[in-house]
């Protein structure tokens, strides 16, 4: 099994100090996706929450608009 290399700017930079570009081409390649990857993940909980959210104020105007008694009360935001 191998082990994973934790990447940060300032290897990368002292990579490319050294000239060992592949390296540093390498290390800002890996940056960037561990930055999409995160970016990907805060939309993706950002979206859920939202999405929960209207689901429950749908829920909540549909037991306010059907009362028991047989009227209609329309809810206003």
């Known amino acids: 099994m191998s082990e994973e290399t934790i990447v940060t700017s300032q290897s990368a930079v002292t990579s490319a100090i050294n000239g060992d570009v592949k390296d540093f081409n390498d290390q800002v390649k890996d940056l960037l996706m ?3 990857r995160d970016a990907v ?3 993706k909980m950002e979206v859920s929450s939202k999405f ?3 689901m429950n ?3 909540e105007s ?5 009362e028991p008694d047989g009227e209609t009360n ?3 935001d």
């Open 62 to 66: 549909e037991e306010s608009v059907n």
């Open 52 to 54: 929960m959210h209207d």
């Open 41 to 43: 993940e805060l939309k």
């Open 34 to 36: 561990n930055k999409v």
């Open 57 to 59: 104020n749908d829920s």
């Open 74 to 76: 329309v809810k206003e």
